[in-house]
């Protein structure tokens, strides 16, 4: 089945510098990648999501990137705030109509924001 | 529009007890995804039920059930439960899940604890 790796498990940054969260996955068929923002105590929050088509998609200062070759894509925030503080968690799957679909997750990385 | 409504928000049970979790999806959506989180693992997939029926379940004992009624909404059974049950359990929905990635949302989950 899928295997979803993420990198890093925790990463600090200062305000207003970007942050860069990595993630591998194994099922080359998979087709579909988002991610969520979980803050604590919250529920989780889908905040970007790329299908296979497409290789960058951009929302404000959020971004994510796809290498379907390497198998892996990149969540990138720019200009970071301490509301960005949260986990954030990558997720692939693939749309297929068979009995085999889910979302796999990884394990998620802790970001925090010092002002 | 409502959100994925979970209740109870908090249950405490005993070992060997069975426990009770319910979801109501978003307005609309027909697939329903029940999510076990762990400390520290991340977000386990547990079952998707799609037009009332169970479509695909994750490496979990059978003591981990569920059912989807009629209006679309869901409950997650779990018997003889075990200490490690211990867990915050998130209920997802998206519109015709699997057949074409639809983004999944997820509602605030429901802390079980086992003494």
């Known amino acids: 089945g899928e295997n979803v790796e993420q990198h890093p498990s925790t990463l600090s940054v200062q305000e207003g510098d970007s942050a860069v969260i990595k993630c591998t996955y194994s099922?080359?068929?998979?087709?579909?990648f988002p991610w969520y923002k979980q803050e604590l105590g919250k529920r989780p929050q889908l905040i970007i999501d790329?299908?296979?088509?497409?290789g960058e998609k951009k929302d404000q200062r959020i971004a994510v990137t796809l290498n379907k070759t390497a198998k892996h894509f990149s969540l990138h925030i720019t200009e970071t705030q301490p509301e960005d503080s949260a986990v954030y968690f990558c997720?692939?799957?693939?749309?297929?109509?068979?009995?085999?679909?889910?979302?796999?997750f990884g394990k998620g990385t802790l970001l925090t924001v010092n002002p | 529009e409502a959100g994925v409504t979970q209740s109870p928000t908090h249950l405490i049970k005993t070992r060997g007890q069975q426990a009770t979790l319910r979801c109501s999806p978003i307005?609309?959506?027909?697939?329903v995804y029940w999510y076990q989180q762990a400390l520290g693992l991340g977000l386990q997939f547990l079952l998707w039920?799609?037009?009332?029926?169970?479509?695909n379940r994750g490496n979990f004992p059978p003591r981990f059930s569920g059912r989807q009624f009629p209006n679309y909404s869901s409950e997650l059974n779990v018997n003889a439960l075990e200490l490690e049950d211990s867990a915050l359990y998130l209920c997802?929905?998206?519109?015709?899940?699997?057949?074409?990635?639809?983004?999944?949302?997820f509602g605030d989950g429901t802390r079980l604890s086992i003494l």
């Open positions: 307005s609309g959506h027909t697939s």
């Open positions: 039920y799609d037009e009332g029926e169970e479509r």
């Open positions: 997720a692939a799957s693939k749309g297929s109509g068979g009995s085999n679909y889910k979302l796999t």
């Open positions: 099922d080359s068929a998979s087709n579909y």
């Open positions: 790329i299908r296979s088509n497409v």
């Open positions: 997802a929905s998206s519109l015709d899940g699997g057949y074409s990635n639809q983004p999944q949302h």
